[in-house]
């Protein structure tokens, strides 16, 4: 199932991470970026009666993406930073099932998720900046997925709900040089049954001069929660590029 791509734009200030040389200052500062996140997305739903997996590859993401927006805030004063960042994905595509029973599984998927943090830096050397947080992770969904018929007839499982975990956080950033630095970020959250969630972000940074910065990474995120007594399983993993403006 294959609608092509209505709106593919992501614009974040998403892991905002000020210089190491801005930690010292005590006026805040701020860090917008627009990037391109398009990752392999996979989602699962266990109910009593089956288990329903749909994958939709890298490759094929933004051939089958339908929206996709982020937009985020992050600030910084002294050893204190915040952050906030909002992801929209809706996609929807198909893949073939296994044996005569069905003759493929559509799927649609939408998901919403909001995540705030709170973090002080713990530790500072001249090329390393080590941060720890607290926050929350909001989480809404509305997914469908549909067996078509092949020798048993066709069904629809839907998975939709809201949910917030509680998290917590590590962020750290290396300056290697004057142009080059790297960003690690690492949350998890939940601490209950049948909900967790965690995420991770890394990023090689370029200066292209005091404002300016290209960005390259990789992203991971996964959330797993029940949901009216069915395993709902969710995660996105792949490549980010963007440019940020500091201020």
């Known amino acids: 199932m294959n609608f092509g791509i209505k709106t593919a734009f992501c614009l974040g200030l998403a892991m905002a991470t000020p210089g190491l040389a801005n930690a010292q200052q005590s006026d805040w500062s701020y ?19 089956r288990t329903l997996n749909a994958t ?10 339908d929206i996709a927006f982020m937009g985020a805030f992050g600030a910084s004063n002294g050893q204190w930073s915040f952050i906030a960042d909002y992801m ?6 198909g893949n073939p099932t296994p044996g005569p029973a069905f003759s493929s599984l559509d799927t649609s998927v939408k ?14 050397a001249p ?27 066709g069904g629809t499982t839907v998975a939709k709900g809201d949910w917030v975990d509680p998290l917590i956080a590590i962020r750290a950033r290396f300056q290697f040089n ?13 601490f209950e049954s049948g909900s967790d969630t965690w995420q ?41 590029f963007g440019a940020t403006y500091r201020f």
């Open 31 to 49: 860090e917008a970026s627009i990037y391109l996140f398009t990752p392999e997305t996979n989602t699962t739903i266990a109910t009593p009666s």
């Open 56 to 65: 939709l590859s890298f490759s094929d993401a933004l051939e089958n993406l």
């Open 127 to 153: 090329t390393v900046a080590v941060d720890l947080g607290a926050g929350l992770r909001w989480y809404k969904t509305d997914t469908e997925m549909t067996l078509q018929p092949g020798a048993l007839p």
């Open 178 to 190: 004057e142009k080059w630095a790297g960003t690690a970020f690492a949350d998890y959250g939940g």
């Open 200 to 240: 991770v972000l890394l990023t090689a940074d370029y200066a292209l001069n005091e404002r300016w910065l290209l960005r390259g990474g990789y992203r991971y995120i996964e959330v797993n929660h029940a949901i009216d007594g069915a395993d709902y399983s969710f995660d996105q993993s792949g490549p980010i």
């Open 88 to 93: 929209l994905t809706d996609i929807s595509f």
């Open 111 to 124: 998901t919403q998720i909001f995540n705030a943090y709170a973090a002080y830096r713990v530790y500072e």
